[in-house]
Nanobody
């Protein structure tokens, strides 16, 4: 089970840090964890993903240099640091588990419930 937290309202140009906690019998280190978002009326969109060890991270071009994904396997946590946020990035943000790093939301096997991020002045 994955549980996101840390969403909220932020001004354009502001920052938020989202957290993804894994609970269950398996350990989070068994999974690639991705962050994806879904805005109203739009399909789920890949933001980035981190390998099991954290050594490799893949980002969507639109967030490179602004978003950072990290993980702390000892705490069963994965994080998404978002800087310089834009109004068009308002969406529900999800963490999700996969067997490999990839950009296709259909390849992520199980998902958290999501956390709302609103970027507005």
């Amino acid at each position: 089970r994955l549980v996101e937290s840390g969403g909220g309202l932020v001004h354009p140009g502001g920052s938020l840090r989202l957290s993804c906690l894994h609970s269950g019998q398996t350990h989070i280190s068994n999974y690639v964890i991705g962050w994806l978002r879904q805005a109203p009326g739009r399909a789920r969109e890949f933001q980035g993903a981190i390998s099991r060890s954290g050594a490799n991270v893949l980002y969507a071009d639109s967030v490179k240099g602004r978003f950072t994904i990290s993980r702390d396997n000892a705490k069963n946590m994965v994080y998404l640091q978002m800087n310089s946020l834009r109004p068009e990035e308002t969406a529900v943000y999800y963490c999700a588990a996969s067997s490999w790093i990839n950009i296709d939301p259909g390849n992520y096997d199980w998902w958290g419930q999501g956390t709302q991020v609103t970027v507005s002045s």
